[in-house]
C-alpha cells in the first residue's frame, strides 16, 4: 500500500478584503488634491503666469476676502435660491409629464414629440428669446433652470416607469392591489432607481443653466461676479467661481447618491453600496 502523501492540502485563496468606505472616499479625492498640489507647485515655480491661472493659494486668499466682504455669501445665497427655484418647477413639471408619458399611450404620442424637440434646442439659441418673454430679470433665469432641470427627470421618470418587470406588475393584480396600490406599492418603486438618476443628471443641468443665465443682464450672482471679473482682468475671481461651481455640483451630487442610499435602501444592489 503506498504511503499517504504527507504534503499539506492547498488552501483556496481567501479573496481580498472590500476596501471600507472611508477608504473609498480618500481615495476618490486623492486626484483632485494631487492636482492642486502639482498646480500649487507649478504657479509658485512660475511655470504657470498668474493672469493665466493664480495659484490655489491665490485663489483661497481672493475668497476670504471676498467672504470678508460678505458680497461672496450674498451672490452665491442668490444663486442657489435660483438654481432651488428652478430645480422644483422644472423637476415637477418633468416628473408630471414623465408619470403621464409612462402610463399612457396616448400622452406619449400628444407630449413626447414636442418635448423632445425642445430637448435638442440649446440654451444660448433659446436666450435671446426667452429674454424677450421675460427681461432679463430673475423670471428669465430661474425659467433657464427650470428647463434644464425638466429634461433629464422626464425621460428618466418615463424609461423608468416603462421598464418595470411586468412579472411585478402581473404579481400585484394576482394579489388584488387596486390601482392605485400597484402603482404607489409596485411601479414608482420600481422605477425610483432611474428617477433618481434623472435627478442627479437634473442638478448637473440646473447649474449649467444658470451659468448661461447669469452671464446675460445680471446684477448679482456667481455668474455676475465671474463676468465682472473678466472685465478687470481678475483671473484668480474667475478661476475661483469654477472652483465654487465644482464644489457646489460635487454637494448636490453627493445629496443625490445619499437619497439613493435612503430611498433605495430595499433594494440590493443600493443595499450592497450602504454596507
Known amino acids: 500500500m ?6 499539506p492540502a492547498a488552501t483556496a485563496p481567501r479573496p481580498a ?23 500649487e507647485i507649478l504657479a509658485q515655480s512660475g511655470w504657470l503666469s498668474p493672469q493665466v491661472l493664480p495659484a490655489p493659494s491665490k485663489v ?26 428652478g430645480f ?3 423637476g415637477s413639471v418633468g416628473f408630471l409629464l414623465g408619470v403621464l408619458v409612462g402610463f399612457s399611450r396616448l400622452a406619449e404620442a400628444l407630449i413626447d414629440r414636442s418635448v423632445q424637440m425642445i430637448r435638442a434646442i440649446p440654451f444660448l439659441a433659446l436666450l435671446p428669446l426667452v429674454i424677450v418673454w421675460f427681461g432679463v ?14 429634461f ?13 418587470d411586468p412579472k411585478l406588475i402581473e404579481l400585484g393584480r394576482v394579489q388584488d392591489l387596486s390601482t392605485a396600490q400597484l402603482i404607489h406599492r409596485v411601479i414608482l418603486p420600481g422605477a425610483l432607481p432611474s428617477i433618481l438618476t434623472g435627478v442627479r443628471y437634473a442638478l448637473a443641468n ?25 472685465e478687470f482682468l481678475r483671473t484668480d475671481v474667475i478661476v475661483l467661481t469654477i472652483v465654487i461651481y465644482a464644489l457646489i455640483g460635487v454637494a448636490a451630487d453627493s445629496i443625490a447618491r445619499l437619497l439613493e442610499r435612503r430611498l433605495l435602501a430595499w433594494h440590493p444592489n443600493f443595499a450592497r453600496r450602504a454596507a
Open 2 to 7: 503506498p504511503p499517504a502523501d504527507s504534503r
Open 60 to 85: 483661497l486668499r481672493t475668497a476670504a476676502k471676498l467672504a470678508r466682504s460678505g458680497s461672496l455669501g450674498v451672490d452665491l445665497g442668490i444663486s442657489l435660491l435660483r438654481a432651488a427655484a
Open 17 to 39: 478584503a472590500p476596501l471600507g468606505r472611508h477608504t473609498l472616499l480618500a481615495l476618490s479625492w486623492a486626484a483632485p488634491v494631487l492636482l492642486v498640489v502639482v498646480w
Open 152 to 164: 433629464p427627470i422626464y425621460i428618466n421618470t418615463t424609461l423608468g416607469i416603462r421598464q418595470v
Open 88 to 90: 422644483v418647477i422644472g
Open 206 to 230: 440646473a447649474w449649467l443653466a444658470l451659468v448661461v443665465a447669469e452671464t446675460i443682464g445680471a446684477q448679482s450672482g456667481i455668474g455676475f461676479l465671474a463676468m465682472d471679473a473678466r
Open 137 to 150: 430679470g430673475e423670471a428669465e433665469k430661474i425659467f433657464l433652470v427650470s428647463l434644464g432641470v425638466a
